[in-house]
């Protein structure tokens, strides 16, 4: 794979800012959790940052995890496909609305297998107040079926 430049690197943070900002977060699930992550720990698309202070980034984390800017381009690589994929199909439909996110749906259907595949967009920061809810209910729930 061919060393990423700094004004790709800068290309892909935005576009992939612009998917996590303006309703294309269905696209990160074309990859794995762990995989997403990679990408938000990378490209940060969640953030709003200037050229300059996005390659002082790339640097600085480049040199903490040296393997995560080519598991992170691959993951990119993979959604970007996905994004092209998706948009062919929504030229070739006359720019019917629905089109984009139908063709994306299919991407994450399974083959013929009969399997079915649960997919997940993974935020780049844990919602604690979120998660604090979902114990509180689960633990309220509980409670209520043993008194029962």
């Known amino acids: ?6 004004n790709i690197y800068i290309q892909r943070h935005r ?16 990859l794995r959790t762990r995989q997403q992550q990679d990408v ?7 953030e709003q940052l200037s050229d300059q202070e996005l390659i002082a980034y790339r640097s600085s984390i480049s040199k903490t995890d040296p393997s995560l800017p080519q598991r992170a381009s691959r993951s990119f ?3 970007q496909d996905a994004f092209d994929t998706a948009y062919e199909a929504f030229e070739a439909a006359d720019l019917n609305e629905h089109v984009f996110d139908q063709k994306l ?7 013929t297998s009969g399997k079915v595949r649960v997919t997940a967009i993974a935020r780049p920061e844990l919602d604690s107040k979120r998660l604090a809810d979902a114990f509180v209910h689960r ?3 509980q409670l209520d079926e043993e008194a029962a």
């Open 1 to 6: 794979m061919p060393r990423l430049s700094n």
């Open 15 to 30: 576009f992939l800012r612009k998917a996590w900002t303006e309703g294309l977060q269905s696209l990160f699930a074309v």
């Open 40 to 46: 938000h720990t990378y490209y940060r698309p969640d």
């Open 77 to 79: 690589l993979r959604m």
């Open 105 to 111: 749906r299919e991407l994450l259907r399974p083959g």
């Open 139 to 141: 633990v309220r729930r």
